[in-house]
C-alpha cells in the first residue's frame, strides 16, 4: 500500500485485487480523496463526506457555507475526509483508467459495480488511514446512498449519521430519469469509439435531462422567464439548459456518468439481507434524515420512510425554490438543523455516560 500527493489530493492504491459485489476484480485500485484538518489523539473528530454523482473530493469547494473555516464542519475542529468514489472522473479508478491486461483504457469494457462497491472501496481506506470510527458520516443523493450503505455494513463504527435528499431504494421513477439519460449517451455514436472525448454530445443532452429532475418548475419560473413577450426563439431557458450541459462536458466523461448511473439504480440496502425495513432496523448511529420538500428526484416520502424504520431516527424538512440541489445550495438552514441535531446528540450521549456511571 502506498500514497502520494499531488497538490492537495491524496492517492491511495491498493495493492491486492479489491473484489466487486459482483465477483469481478480490479487491479490497483486507486482511491482519490481528500483531508482538511487535523486527526486528534482521541480520534473522535472524523467528519466523512460521501459525495454525489459528479462532485470530487474537494468537498471545500462544492458544499460551501457548510464546509469552510468559518462554518458547521471547519478544519480547525474537524477532521474531514472526502474520497472520490469508485468510477468517477476525479482520480479514483474509473472507466477511462488503465486495463492492466490490455495496457488500455478501460472504457466500455470496466466493471460494472454498486454502491456497496463504492463503500467497500471506503472502507480500505478508511483503514489505510487509521479511522476506525467516524464522528459525523454525512452525505446527499447519491453520496446519502453510500452513506446508509455503510451505516447498515458498518453499524458500529458510524456515531452520527445524516442523510440528505435520499433513499433505502432507488425508485422507478429515478432510474427512469437516469436510463433516460443513458438512452441520450448512447445515441451519440462516438460513445462507442473508445476515445476519452467519447459521448460528450450525449452527455450534454443527459446533463440537460438531469436538470428537470433536480430543480422545479418555481426555479425555472424564478430564473429563465422571458421579459420580452414578442419572443419566438432564442429563450433563456434553452440557453440555460445548453450552458449547463456544455458545461459538464468540459470537466467530466461520458464513461463515468454512465456507469455511476447504473450504480445508483442498483442502490437497495435489502439486497441479500432479509428485507429492506430490517436492513434500516439495524443502523445504531444517531440519524438525521433530511428531505428537501418539494423534491422531484427524492420525493419526501423516501425520506419519512427512512425516518420511520431507522430507530430514533430524526426528520427534518427544508423548504426550497431549488428542489433536488436545495441540499447544496441551503446551507443557512442546514447549519441550523444540523448544528442542533449534533448539539443534542451530545447531549444525549452525555446523559448516557452520566447514566451507566
Known sequence: ????????????????????????????????????????????????????????????????????????????????????????????????????????PYYLSFPSFTIRDMVAAHEVLANYLGIKKIKVLIGGSLGGQQALEWSISQPNMIENLILLATNAVHSPWGIAFNESQRLAISADRTFYANQPEGGLKGLKAARSIALLSYRTFSAYCNTQLESDDDKVDNFRASSYQ??????????????????????????????????????????????????????????????????????????????SDYGHDGFLIETDTLTNVIGNFLKESKNKKVIRLQHTG
Not at 489530493?9 to 491498493?14: K, M, P
Not at 441479500?272 to 433530511?290: D, G, Q
Open 1 to 104: 500500500m502506498s500514497e502520494h500527493k499531488n497538490n492537495e489530493v491524496s492517492y491511495y492504491q491498493h495493492k491486492s485485487n479489491f473484489e466487486l459485489e459482483n465477483g469481478k476484480k480490479i487491479d490497483n485500485l486507486q482511491v482519490a480523496y481528500q483531508t482538511f484538518g487535523k486527526l486528534n489523539a482521541e480520534k473522535n473528530n472524523v467528519v466523512w463526506v460521501c459525495h454525489a454523482l459528479t462532485a470530487n473530493a474537494d468537498v471545500m469547494d462544492w458544499w460551501p457555507g457548510l464546509f469552510g473555516k468559518n462554518n458547521l464542519f471547519n478544519p480547525n475542529e474537524h477532521f474531514i475526509i472526502c474520497a472520490n468514489v469508485l468510477g468517477s472522473h476525479y482520480g479514483s479508478t474509473n472507466p477511462l483508467s488503465k486495463n492492466s491486461v490490455t495496457g488500455q
Open 242 to 319: 445548453n450552458y449547463q450541459g456544455e458545461k459538464l462536458t468540459k470537466r467530466y466523461n461520458a464513461y463515468s456518468y454512465y456507469y455511476l448511473s447504473k450504480a445508483m439504480d442498483s442502490h437497495n440496502v435489502g439486497r441479500n439481507r432479509p428485507s429492506i425495513v430490517e436492513a434500516l432496523e439495524s443502523v445504531k448511529a444517531n440519524t438525521l434524515v433530511v428531505a428537501v420538500e418539494n423534491d422531484l428526484l427524492f420525493p419526501l416520502s423516501e425520506q419519512q420512510f427512512l425516518a420511520n424504520h431507522i430507530p430514533d431516527a430524526s426528520l427534518a424538512i427544508v423548504k
